[in-house]
């Protein structure tokens, strides 16, 4: 083929990927299928991260240690039930991820650091840990928002409909500002 060195760097990097992508495209195109959405051109930004960035824990791991769900199948006596203080969805969202795809202290040793040194900050700064606490509990949810109302443009209806839940969520971001 008569391919630059540019795009041929491209095409292995997707090639290697191919699963993911496809998995992806799969969980998109059936999210349009059943919520009679689609998804604005260029609204979502998908990042691959490469699997050797985080440590790998297997679903029989993951019920033995009782990381987000107890031997009873609760979430209260779960590793994530007691560390889970977040005063919003998605923080928990975050805690629950880190919790189940912590970071390879080799590969990520950087991040690890920074987030070392926050909490850091917060411990030695009790004002400035309960200011971010206290913003933090009227936050609103905006995967949440950004999901369901940002990037999916209605195949029935119109685009008028669209625009007014998003003016309705800005107008709700600048009152909890």
């Given at each position: ?32 299928f059943n919520t009679s959405n689609t998804f604005a051109s260029r609204s979502c930004r998908l990042e691959y991260q490469c699997p050797s960035a985080f ?70 700064s009790e004002d400035a840990f309960f200011q971010i606490q206290e913003c933090l509990g ?40």
């Amino acid at each position: 083929t008569l391919a630059t060195p540019e795009s041929q760097a491209v095409e292995l990097e997707v090639h290697s990927k191919y699963l993911a992508l496809a998995a992806c495209n799969a969980l998109i195109k059936y999210t349009e299928f059943n919520t009679s959405n689609t998804f604005a051109s260029r609204s979502c930004r998908l990042e691959y991260q490469c699997p050797s960035a985080f440590i790998h824990i297997d679903p029989a791991s993951i019920a033995n240690l009782e990381l987000v769900r107890n031997a009873r199948d609760e979430k209260k006596g779960s590793l994530l039930g007691v560390l889970n203080l977040c005063k919003t969805t998605m923080g928990t969202r975050l805690l629950r991820t880190q919790i189940l795809q912590p970071l390879s202290s080799v590969t990520q040793l950087t991040t690890i650091q920074q987030r070392l040194d926050f909490v850091e900050l917060l411990i030695g700064s009790e004002d400035a840990f309960f200011q971010i606490q206290e913003c933090l509990g009227g936050f609103p949810d905006l995967e949440y928002v950004t999901a369901t109302t940002l990037v999916q443009i209605p195949r029935t209806g119109s685009q008028a409909s669209s625009v007014e839940r998003c003016q309705v969520c800005v107008c709700r971001l600048e009152n909890k500002g």
